[in-house]
Each structure stands twice: as structure tokens, then as C-alpha cells.
């Protein structure tokens, strides 16, 4: 299980990142409109931690989370 949650983080890697990238530069455009501008710069940000929670954390998460699960039914079924 380990690896499997590796690997999709690796797969998945490149378009979330050429997606996020994209969309980032989209929002620069707006930044300097008077009324836009505080929605891109939350935009910016989103777009910025998205990648690392999408990537880094949640596979983690699911990963300490699913290994805790595996363990206790092993110790419930004896």
C-alpha cells in the first residue's frame, strides 16, 4: 500500500502542478484591478497550497489512517 500511494502521488503530480501553474498565471492578470484584486490574491494562494494538501498531505492522512485500520482488524481477528 505503501508504494500504491507513492505512485499515484507521482502520476498525479505533473497535471495537478501544470494546472495550479496555469491558473496562477491567469490570476496575476488580475491582481492589479482595484476590484479584483483581493480575489486573486486568494486565488493565488488556493492555487498555490492546493498542490501541496493534494499531493503531500492527504496521501499521508489516507496512508497513516488506512495502516491504523489494517492493524487493529489484525488484532481483532486475533
Same mark, same amino acid.
Given at each position: 500500500?505503501?508504494?500504491?500511494? *507513492?505512485? !499515484?502521488?507521482?502520476?498525479?503530480?505533473?497535471?495537478?502542478? =501544470?494546472?495550479?501553474?496555469?491558473?496562477?498565471?491567469?490570476? &496575476?492578470?488580475?491582481?492589479?484591478?482595484? *476590484?479584483? !484584486?483581493?480575489?486573486?490574491?486568494?486565488?493565488?494562494?488556493? =492555487?498555490?497550497?492546493?498542490?501541496?494538501?493534494?499531493?503531500? &498531505?492527504?496521501?499521508?492522512?489516507?496512508?497513516?489512517?488506512?495502516?491504523?485500520?489494517?492493524?487493529?482488524?489484525?488484532?481483532?481477528?486475533?
Amino acid at each position: 500500500m505503501e508504494q500504491a500511494v *507513492i505512485e !499515484s502521488a507521482i502520476v498525479r503530480a505533473k497535471p495537478i502542478m =501544470l494546472t495550479a501553474i496555469a491558473a496562477m498565471a491567469g490570476a &496575476v492578470f488580475i491582481l492589479d484591478g482595484p *476590484i479584483f !484584486s483581493g480575489l486573486a490574491a486568494s486565488l493565488l494562494f488556493g =492555487l498555490f497550497v492546493s498542490p501541496v494538501l493534494t499531493l503531500g &498531505v492527504i496521501p499521508v492522512v489516507y496512508y497513516g489512517v488506512t495502516r491504523k485500520r489494517v492493524e487493529w482488524i489484525r488484532t481483532a481477528t486475533g
